[in-house]
Antibody
Framework: EVQLVESGGGLVQPGGSLRLSCAAS????????MSWVRQVPGKGLEWVSA????????YYAVSVKGRFTISRDNSKNTVYLQISTLRADDTAVYYC????????WGQGTLVTVSS | DIQMTQSPSSLSASVGDRVTITCRAS??????LAWFQQKPGKAPKSLIY???SLQTGVPSKFSGSRSGTDFTLTISSLQPEDFATYYC?????????FGGGTKVEIK
């Protein structure tokens, strides 16, 4: 059974940093590109970033480029999202997901940016 | 970037109704289109991939189709458990993009 389990969310002050993790199991992790998607409570889904299976290529939404960094450790079956210079509008539930024909999602982790 | 224009943004329907939701891509995405269902407080659930292929375990009342850059999700007979928000998403190219969502409410 495929499982994606996010962690690392929480309350952080504006300008602060956080590292989100997504632990994967139930499939050959290195074969799949992984994405992060966020959702402001009550709003729609916004794709944030993706990384290829090997980790060789990364992609970012314009809204986060330069502030967010995606990475993965295939030996630990884990993908990360380092988020920095946080702003109030980064407050959202952050999901990791496989956004191809598989369509698997984690349960999400809430990031709240507030002083 | 590929824009996904989803319509309507909301609809009211009754149990047993046939419901259709549309997504239009701003450029060709071949069949690289997925549909998700999301209920309040839950992660999205994949319903359809490759425009018209049903994910394992998804009931056959859900179907997807494509005409050029227009994509449709149809629910043949709406049931109480189907009241939710539905999203389309293209995975043809980065940046990946979602439609704005369609909230299906009880009439």
């Amino acid at each position: 059974e495929v499982q994606l389990v996010e962690s690392g969310g929480g309350l952080v002050q504006p300008g602060g940093s956080l590292r989100l993790s997504c632990a994967a199991s139930g499939f050959t992790f290195s074969n799949y590109a992984m994405s992060w998607v966020r959702q402001v409570p009550g709003k729609g889904l916004e794709w944030v970033s993706a990384i290829t299976g090997s980790g060789a290529s990364t992609y970012y939404a314009v809204s986060v480029k330069g502030r967010f960094t995606i990475s993965r450790d295939n030996s630990k079956n884990t993908v990360y999202l380092q988020i920095s210079t946080l702003r109030a509008d980064d407050t959202a539930v952050y999901y990791c997901a496989i956004l191809d024909s598989s369509g698997y999602w984690g349960q999400g982790t809430l990031v709240t940016v507030s002083s | 970037d590929i824009q996904m224009t989803q319509s309507p943004s909301s609809l009211s329907a009754s149990v047993g109704d046939r419901v259709t939701i549309t997504c239009r891509a701003s450029q060709a995405i071949n069949n690289y289109l997925a549909w998700f269902q999301q209920k309040p407080g839950k992660a999205p659930k994949s319903l359809i991939y490759a425009a018209s292929s049903l994910q394992t375990g998804v009931p056959s009342k859900f179907s997807g189709s494509r005409s050029g850059t227009d994509f449709t999700l149809t629910i043949s007979s709406l049931q109480p458990e189907d009241f939710a928000t539905y999203y389309c998403q293209q995975y043809n190219s980065y940046p990946l993009t979602f439609g704005g969502g369609t909230k299906v409410e009880i009439k």
